[in-house]
T-cell receptor, first 114, second 112 residues
């Protein structure tokens, strides 16, 4: 099993630019979660999908953030326009089931906005 | 929603000693309690989990205990080794909230 695959691993860009993060969940997993991790706030759930449908996006910090899941094997998290305070590590995780199943994390995208 | 408190935030122990990390939760309907280990620059990885129908689970040097009445659970690491140095997160699932709710993490430092 290849695990959850995220790209890019690192992204450095200037503020105001559009940033797109990508995630491929584990095959057969029907839930996909996007997290943001910072020293100050820890692991924050941004949004999650079930069978490609967004279920809860209450963790998305602002309208500058958007996420899509066009099919069962691909999801994107987009920030437009980006700001320095968006700098963080963004993780994608997937699970088979919603509430009482382990989540498997990707290697994350380390995002730096200059 | 679910509230998860994790203590301590930093724990330093001598190599070979035991380490204990504790978490409390608020939703009595929660029934799934995983622990994740995150090494510096790496992803969180599941190391052990327990469900509410058991009180203790062990896997080599790590164990988790659960007290559903008091709504707390703990991670125990025995005979600690340098490679145990990492940030450990507890999480809670299966209650009213979807997904997992994570604690803030414990930075475990193993002193040689």
């Amino acid at each position: 099993d290849a695990g959850v695959i995220q790209s890019p691993r690192h992204e450095v860009t200037e503020m105001g630019q559009e940033v797109t993060l990508r995630c491929k969940p584990i095959s057969g997993h029907d839930y996909l979660f996007w997290y943001r991790q910072t020293m100050m706030r820890g692991l924050e759930l941004l949004i999650y999908f079930n069978n490609n449908v967004p279920i809860d996006d209450s963790g998305m910090p602002e309208d500058r953030f958007s996420a899509k899941m066009p099919n069962a094997s691909f999801s994107t998290l987009k920030i437009q326009p980006s700001e320095p305070r968006d700098s963080a590590v963004y993780f994608c995780a997937s699970s088979r089931g919603r509430r009482d199943q382990p989540q498997h994390f990707g290697d994350g995208t380390r995002l730096s906005i200059l | 929603g679910e509230n998860v408190e994790q203590h301590p935030s930093t724990l330093s122990v001598q190599e070979g000693d035991s380490a204990v990390i504790k978490c409390t939760y608020s939703d009595s309907a929660s029934n799934y309690f995983p622990w994740y280990k995150q090494e510096l620059g790496k992803r969180p990885q599941l190391i052990i989990d327990i469900r509410s129908n058991v009180g203790e689970k062990k896997d080599q040097r790590i164990a988790v205990t659960l007290n559903k009445t008091a709504k707390h659970f703990s991670l125990h690491i025995t005979e600690t080794q340098p490679e145990d140095s990492a940030v450990y997160f507890c999480a809670v699932g299966g209650g009213g909230a979807d997904g997992l709710t994570f604690g803030k993490g414990t930075h475990l430092i193993i002193q040689p």
